[in-house]
């Protein structure tokens, strides 16, 4: 099954506005999500200052999530690959240098500025280094989900998982590639099944409790592109969302977001963009306003992306629907 992903999420913002929602007229999104850290080192590596990286992963320590993430933001910039090349030649064996230049090169192999099997070979050499840390994987895991074969998407998310069960971004890439297998009815498919397994089993407080609505939205993308559901969230509910199934899924993350959402989770954002987009589609706009306000400048490019139109201008016309009428 030839693997089809969204685009990555790349885009750099300015600075966040004060006061909360983002500007009509921006058009960018930022994948730190408002990381104020990550934003400072970034900055600095593109200055071609790799000190601030090296600080910054040594205090990340071994939070996962925010180590996955950090790094793949790290990653995106031009020159990283660069620097860290030359933060390696400063300290040769250091982990976690060997970990962003192996993502630097993911990101550059999704590019076609790269090797593909070289950004591999990258990443194995980083897993060697650090046993422990998923993220080398996550390295592979993304080349997986963008040019395949699907074995290796399965094979790279048993090892991530194996390291942190409740890995977020790796969740969401295995999600998106089983959700382009056929279904086996119209609330039936093995990536709502896998997504309800896995929030099942992730701790109460564990945001993987959102996985659900993203096996859905993941769905949407597919059908929409066949045509077999609507591609942008208007006033009427859009069927996808509305069977009893998707209404169970949006009611437990919704619940789930009101009492134990957490503010220091480095991809929560994510995780909100996917919810307000559910709620617009299901035509629930009052719930989908206070998620609105809620991730305020901090827009994603995934889900509105999958929606076939410029996913700013889905984002805002959704986002002004719901303040409207909720």
Same mark, same amino acid.
Request: overall charge negative; charged content about 20%; aromatic content about 6%.
């Given at each position: ?48 200052? &790799? ?60 590019? %076609?500025?790269?090797?593909? /099997? ?18 080398? &994987?996550? $390295? ?10 699907? *074995? /290796? ?22 999600? *998106? ?9 119209? /609330? ?45 969230? %208007? ?47 299901? $035509? ?5 306003? *206070? ?36």
């Amino acid at each position: 099954m030839p693997l089809t992903p969204p685009p990555p999420v790349t885009d750099r913002a300015p600075s966040d506005p004060p006061g909360g929602l983002a500007p009509e007229h921006s058009g960018t999104f930022d994948a730190a999500l408002g990381d104020a850290e990550l934003l400072a080192a970034r900055a600095a590596l593109a200055q071609g200052r &790799w000190q601030s990286a090296r600080s910054l992963l040594l205090h990340t320590g071994d939070e996962w999530d925010r180590r996955g993430h950090r790094v793949t933001v790290l990653a995106a910039d031009p020159g990283a690959h660069s620097r860290a090349g030359q933060w390696l030649l400063a300290e040769p064996g250091s982990a976690d240098a060997a970990t962003l230049l192996a993502l630097a090169l993911v990101h550059r192999a999704l590019g %076609g500025e790269e090797d593909p /099997e070289h950004a591999r070979a990258s990443c194995r050499t980083a897993a060697g280094l650090a046993p422990a840390d998923p993220t080398p &994987w996550l $390295g592979l895991l993304l080349l997986a989900r963008a040019l395949g074969p699907e *074995a /290796e998407l399965t094979a790279a998310f048993k090892e991530l998982r194996a390291r942190h069960p409740e890995h977020h971004h790796g969740h969401h890439l295995l999600i *998106a590639g089983l959700a382009e297998r056929p279904p086996g009815g119209p /609330e039936s498919h093995e990536a709502y099944d896998t997504a309800e397994r896995a929030a099942a089993e992730a701790p109460a407080d564990s945001p993987l409790a959102v996985l659900p609505v993203v096996a859905y939205a993941e769905r949407h993308r597919v059908l929409a592109a066949a045509g077999l559901a609507p591609a942008v969230p %208007g006033p009427a509910p859009c069927a996808h969302w509305t069977g009893p199934r998707a209404r169970r899924v949006l009611r437990a993350a919704f619940d789930w977001w009101l009492e134990w959402e957490h503010d220091e989770h480095p991809r929560r954002h994510l995780d909100l963009n996917h919810l307000a987009f559910a709620m617009s589609a299901a $035509g629930r706009p009052a719930e989908a306003a *206070a998620l609105f306000h809620r991730i305020g400048p901090h827009a994603t490019r995934a889900p509105w992306s999958y929606t076939g139109q410029d996913p700013w201008t889905a984002f805002h016309q959704a986002r002004a629907h719901a303040l409207a009428t909720g």
